[in-house]
């Protein structure tokens, strides 16, 4: 089966800001976070994906198919909520989504109903009256009632406040948890994605830092607390504080960097596991020194 | 395919003509009522009432179709739809309101100059017909400009002034108190044949199509939809 993305060597420039050359693949069933600080080309990357900007150069391609403006069938396949929610504002929600179910042949009248009681969407309510919130959720319920195979979000949740941003995401990853596809979930707030995320990738200044699976990085990355006289040129080090004899560091690979402290003799050795957000800060300041 | 034609189009066209029902309803009463209003002017000797209508179809035209042109299209990119079928329902749904203006310009020629249907009423029909076409092709093509890359930011906005002084103008020289008030005889001479003869008519709706021909390739040809 082909992979639900395929990106190669995208180049998309505007005045003072390049993203690419970006290599980027999504296997089906893979739920790949998307991670960097505003501006780092996240949503340029989502909007050549889908077609709403047009790269400069390099190869999109959704399950096999090129994403071609001019023959969308390639978009049957994809369910996509950004950080706009356009709608028809004096219709009222059931309409707007009864209009979007005529282009896609898989739609399900009683999974966007579902999808609707399960978010508490007020369908009977025009656009237009549609909270923030619900605007987010209308635009979910939009995206997955055609049981897309790869579902891209691009900062879904942006614009929401703390409370009702965690209500969205809580249900959305209900729903997401129950089903077999590929998401591509872009956002600068970790925590967002950390639950879902199978695998993560980070983007700074327009270009790909990185990717790996959530795990590996929880299992590799790791700070170290230590007393030792002098101040030591360590490997896979990437933060050193010291205070005095303390000393603390940030490793991106523990299991060397213990190693090599007992090497040294360092004395009162002690390690602590760091969150995933923790690790992306290190990952993604890295990429700003 | 080279359709010019789909189901997919005709969708989009009837969720416009759906959406803007009720406010093409209101405008219709609205105009109606501006009818009345300045038929007053017209009983005082200012003998072509059309100017409310005329500025009716502007204000419909910021209002209504703004949103569709740009924000819906952004939507429809989301969507199954070819950029081909979104940049076709965009032209044929502008043009929908230029069918309800023509209705509603025909309906006060008709009250105001039920002696000379040839002489007057035909021939402002069909240059407000001209007129409109063009500012609808104009309309498309201010955004699509908007949107190209190869052109400056200091380039553009002049660029899209100098076509709406160009259509405007057109508009206003087709209102006849006005054209005979800033323009010499010989200029009047050249507007009735703009305004008054087949081929002058007939090269105004060329231009009209020739535009919205070029909205229609820069529209195919932008860098972003959004």
Not at chain 1, 80 to 97: I, P, Q, S
Request: charged share 20%; proline share 4%.
């Amino acid at each position: 089966m082909p992979n639900a993305f395929q990106i190669t060597q995208l180049v998309k420039k505007y005045p003072g800001f390049m993203l690419g050359p970006l290599n980027l693949s999504l296997p089906p069933g893979i739920v790949l976070g998307y991670i960097g600080p505003n501006g780092s080309g996240k949503t340029t990357t989502m909007h050549c994906l889908t077609g709403l900007v047009k790269a400069d150069k390099g190869e999109m391609k959704i399950f096999g198919r090129e994403n071609h403006p001019n023959r969308p069938a390639w978009k049957f396949d994809i369910g996509y909520v950004g950080d706009a929610h356009v709608f028809y504002e004096r219709w009222t929600a059931e309409k707007n989504l009864k209009f979007i179910s005529q282009f896609y042949p898989n739609w399900s009248d009683k999974l966007a109903k579902e999808l609707a009681d399960r978010f508490r969407l007020p369908l009977t309510k025009k656009a237009r009256e549609l909270s923030t919130g619900n605007r987010v959720k209308l635009s979910l319920v939009a995206a997955l009632s055609h049981t897309p195979k790869l579902l891209l979000l691009d900062e879904p949740t942006a614009g929401l406040d703390p409370v009702v941003r965690a209500e969205v995401l809580d249900t959305l990853f209900q729903v997401l948890e129950d089903g077999e596809r590929a998401i591509f979930y872009s956002t600068h707030i970790l925590s967002d994605i950390s639950r879902l995320a199978d695998e993560l990738a980070f983007l700074a200044n327009g270009q790909l830092l990185g990717r790996c699976a959530k795990d590996d990085l929880t299992d590799s990355w790791g700070r170290i607390t230590f007393r030792m006289r002098d101040k030591a040129q360590l490997q896979q080090v990437v933060e050193h504080k010291i205070e005095g004899l303390d000393q603390q560091v940030v490793s991106r690979d523990y299991g060397v960097t213990l190693n090599h402290l007992k090497e040294l003799g360092a004395e009162n050795i002690q390690m602590s596991r760091m969150t995933i957000e923790e690790i992306a800060v290190h990952i993604l300041r890295g990429a700003g020194q | 395919m080279n359709k010019l034609w789909s189901a997919t189009i005709w969708r989009l066209v009837r969720a416009e003509m759906s959406y803007n029902l009720f406010m093409h309803a209101i405008l219709f009463i609205t105009l109606t009522f501006s009818f009345y209003l300045f038929g007053g002017l017209a009983a005082r000797g200012v003998r072509d009432p059309s100017l409310p209508h005329l500025l009716a179809v502007a204000i419909m035209y910021f209002l209504y179709t703004t949103p569709f042109a740009e924000k819906r299209t952004r939507f429809m990119q989301i969507m199954p739809i070819s950029q081909r079928d979104s940049a076709l329902a965009r032209l044929y749904s502008q043009a929908l309101y230029w069918i309800g203006a023509l209705v509603i310009y025909a309906v006060s020629l008709l009250a105001y100059f039920p002696q000379d249907m040839l002489g007057d009423v035909l021939w402002r029909l069909l240059a407000l017909n001209a007129f409109l076409l063009t500012a609808n092709a104009a309309f498309c093509l201010s955004f699509d400009l908007w949107a190209v890359p190869f052109a400056s930011p200091f380039f553009k906005p002049f660029l899209v002034s100098l076509m709406w002084m160009l259509v405007l103008t057109m508009g206003s020289l087709s209102y006849e108190g006005y054209s005979t008030y800033l323009l010499p005889g010989a200029d009047r001479l050249f507007l009735s044949f703009l305004y008054k003869s087949p081929l002058g008519i007939l090269l105004q709706h060329l231009t009209a199509i020739g535009l919205s021909i070029l909205s229609y390739k820069f529209h195919m040809r932008r860098q972003t939809l959004t």
